[in-house]
C-alpha cells in the first residue's frame, strides 16, 4: 500500500545548509523516507532516487518509478563508514583502506549483504553495493532520516542520468499540475560536481574486480589495495541478477541515437545535415563554427575531469533541442578518459 502522500505533487525545495528553511525541508524529507517515500537529492556524482533500504516496500517503489529491471541492484547510501561496517557479512582489510582513502566519495564497494537488508537491494544476489557520498546535501539527508538509503540516479531507467534537480523533474514529468507524483519531494542542491556515476569495486573476489569505472581511477585504487582485476564481467543472463549497477549493454542513453567516432565526427555531422536530419555534435575542444540551422553543437572540454562534469548536462541540452541524431567526438583511449568513454559507449549501443 502507497504511503498516504504519495498522491500529492513533487515538491521541490533548494537546500542552502545552515537556514531555518533548508532545515525545515531536510525534516519534511527525512518523513517521507521514513514512511516509505521516495526523495531525490543530489550526491557528488549524479542526483539519486533514494528510499529507505531496509524496508522493501519502500525499495520495490524505485524500481516502479524508474522501470527498472529486477536483475539490477541498488547502490546503498549510508552516512559513515561504521554503517556500512553493520550493512555486510564481513569487512576486510582492502575494504577499510579504500574506505580511509575514498569515503567520503564517488567509490562504491561490493561486499557480502547481511539479511537485514531486503534482497531486492541486491536484485536477489547475496552482495551488496554500497558508499558514503560527499555531497553534503546527501549526508545531511541521511543523518536526518537515520536509515541507510537505496539510491540508483533520478531518472527512468537507461536514459541519461540527472545533474539537476530540473533533470528529474524532466525525467519524471512529476511536477506541480501535472498529475501524481512519483517523487514527494526533490532537494535541489545545484548542479553535482562529479558528473558521472560511482567506480564500483567487488571485494568479495581475489584480486578484487573492477565492475564500472567511475570518477576514482583503477590506478588510483591500485595504490591503495594492490593489482586489482580490470577487463569486464561477461553480463549475466536476462533472468540473473547483474553484478553491480551501470553494467547494461545499453544504459546512460539519450533519447536521440547517438554515434561516436573516433577520428572526429564533422564529416559525419555535415552529410546527416545535408540530408535534413537535425543533429547534435557534442565536438571535443574548442567550439566549432558550425553555419547550418540543422547542427546543434554543445562542445566539450579537453580536459576529462571538466567532460566529466559535463556530459550528461550536454546530453540533456541537445535532447531538449529535438536532435534527431548525435555524434560524439570519441576522447583519448585513456586512463583518465576510461569512465567517459564507458558511458559513451553504452549510450550508444544499440
Excluded at 531555518?20 to 514512511?35: G, I, K, T, W, Y
Excluded at 551501470?246 to 561516436?260: F, S
Aim: glycine share 8%; charged share 20%.
Amino acid at each position: 500500500m502507497l504511503p498516504a502522500a504519495a498522491n500529492r505533487m513533487t515538491k521541490t525545495y533548494t537546500i542552502r545548509l545552515g537556514t531555518a528553511d533548508s532545515a525545515a525541508a531536510l525534516r519534511r524529507a527525512a518523513e517521507v523516507l521514513r514512511r516509505g517515500g521516495l526523495v531525490a537529492f543530489p550526491t557528488e556524482t549524479v542526483y539519486g532516487l533514494g528510499a529507505n533500504a531496509l524496508d522493501e516496500a519502500a525499495v520495490a517503489r524505485i524500481f516502479a518509478a524508474k522501470g527498472r529491471p529486477a536483475n539490477n541492484p541498488l547502490i546503498v547510501h549510508v552516512s559513515r563508514t561504521e554503517q556500512a561496517r553493520e550493512l555486510v557479512t564481513d569487512w576486510p582489510v582492502a575494504a577499510e583502506k579504500l574506505a580511509e582513502r575514498f569515503w567520503p566519495g564517488p567509490l562504491t564497494l561490493v561486499l557480502g549483504r547481511r539479511p537485514t537488508v531486503p534482497a531486492i537491494v541486491a536484485a536477489g544476489a547475496d552482495t551488496l553495493a554500497g558508499r558514503v557520498p560527499a555531497h553534503p546535501v546527501a549526508l545531511a539527508l541521511l543523518e536526518a532520516a537515520g536509515l541507510p538509503l537505496a539510491a540508483p540516479s533520478a531518472n527512468r531507467s537507461n536514459q541519461i542520468s540527472p545533474t539537476t534537480a530540473q533533470h528529474v523533474l524532466e525525467s519524471f514529468g512529476a511536477a506541480e499540475g501535472q498529475g501524481e507524483a512519483l517523487i514527494e519531494i526533490i532537494l535541489d542542491g545545484g548542479p553535482t560536481t562529479g558528473g558521472l556515476e560511482s567506480t564500483v569495486v567487488d571485494l568479495t573476489t581475489t584480486p578484487p574486480r573492477l565492475l564500472r569505472p567511475g570518477l576514482i581511477s583503477p590506478s588510483q585504487i591500485e595504490i591503495v589495495i594492490g593489482p586489482i582485476t580490470r577487463t569486464a564481467l561477461s553480463l549475466a543472463a536476462a533472468e540473473q541478477s547483474l553484478p553491480s549497477p551501470g553494467t547494461q549493454p545499453r544504459h546512460y542513453a539519450p533519447r536521440a541515437p547517438m554515434e561516436c567516432h573516433a577520428t572526429g565526427g564533422r564529416r559525419r555531422v555535415e552529410d546527416l545535415a545535408s540530408q535534413g536530419i537535425r543533429t547534435g555534435w557534442l565536438a571535443l575542444g574548442e567550439s566549432r563554427a558550425v553555419m547550418r540551422p540543422e547542427i546543434v553543437v554543445a562542445s566539450m572540454p579537453a580536459s576529462a575531469t571538466e567532460y566529466a562534469a559535463q556530459l550528461y548536462a550536454a546530453l540533456h541540452t541537445l535532447d531538449a533541442a529535438g536532435v534527431e541524431r548525435i555524434i560524439v567526438d570519441l576522447p583519448p583511449d585513456e586512463e583518465a578518459w576510461l569512465a567517459i568513454r564507458d558511458r559513451l559507449r553504452r549510450g550508444s549501443a544499440p
